[in-house]
């Protein structure tokens, strides 16, 4: 009884996530004249389009801008999650294998910028920015996050499950600092690297406050701020629109997370990671 009560507890929570998505995805699809029609009753047709059509998706090809902010959204992906990596990678090995005064006490002040909001840290951040002539710029966007607490956690995490024979193995065999963590290191880490990658890749379709506070003009903005932008609640708001450029926003997201969900899986299983 236990496999099936698991099963389906799985299956409402994977319900619950799934559903906001498949109902937007259906709401893209109804005209607005249908959009409330069947709110006031539950049926079939409160879930579903009566008429489905791709209206709102021609029309969300035709915004202004909207390709060029998708863009944008999709390469300050690849930037953030490939620069944060990198140095989530660097600052984890030196917490991890370097001996140095202190190390454990900055280890922990830095977990305990986790629990500072964002909005708290927005606004000297914004002057900082505007300080270094960043702003309304790309790298205004990404530097001040190019660093994840978060993301050297994980690694330094990781790096310390791989056994320190290999690091005293290849020390034998003459290798150096960067030698030992591309050959003994980097290969029994690689779920780590690759789920720290995808986390702050889809981090940034989260974003929405920073990008307003930083960007200004229309064509560097990203997908998402401009999507909110057509919701006016001091006119009539065509939410088939908003549904059809929300769903066409976070396909690239997904796309990605399907093509390195694979690649996770099969690295947690040859290094045995959890």
Known sequence: ??????????????????????????????DNSDM?????????????????????????????????QLFNTV???????????????????ALSRFRFRGRQALFL?????????????LPPLFFVVRDLGLIDSFWGLALPFIFSPIGVYLIRQAIEEVP?????AASLDGAGLWEVLRTAILPNIRGALIACWLMHF?????WYLWP??????????????AIAS?????????????????????????????ILQRFLTSSQATTGGK
């Open 36 to 68: 409330y029609r069947y709110a006031g009753s539950l049926s079939l047709w409160t879930f579903l389009p009566a008429e489905p059509g791709i209206d709102a998706y021609r029309r969300a090809f035709t915004l202004p801008l909207l390709q060029t």
């Open 1 to 30: 009884m236990k496999r099936p009560l698991r099963f389906m507890l799985r299956l409402v929570l994977a319900a619950l996530f799934v559903a906001p998505i498949l109902l937007a995805l259906a709401a893209s699809f109804r």
């Open 109 to 121: 002040l830095m977990l305990f910028t986790l629990f500072i909001p964002v909005d708290v840290i």
């Open 230 to 258: 057509l919701i006016d609640p001091l006119r009539s708001t065509d939410y088939a629109l908003v549904f059809a450029a929300a769903i066409l926003t976070i396909l690239p997201a997904f796309v990605v997370f399907a």
């Open 75 to 93: 390469l300050l992906g690849f930037v953030m999650a490939t620069g944060t990596t990198v140095s989530s990678l660097l600052a984890g090995y």
């Open 212 to 225: 307003l506070t930083a960007m200004r003009s229309d064509d560097g903005q990203l997908a998402q701020v």
């Open 202 to 206: 889809v981090f940034v379709w989260e």
């Open 164 to 168: 320190r024979e290999l690091d005293h």
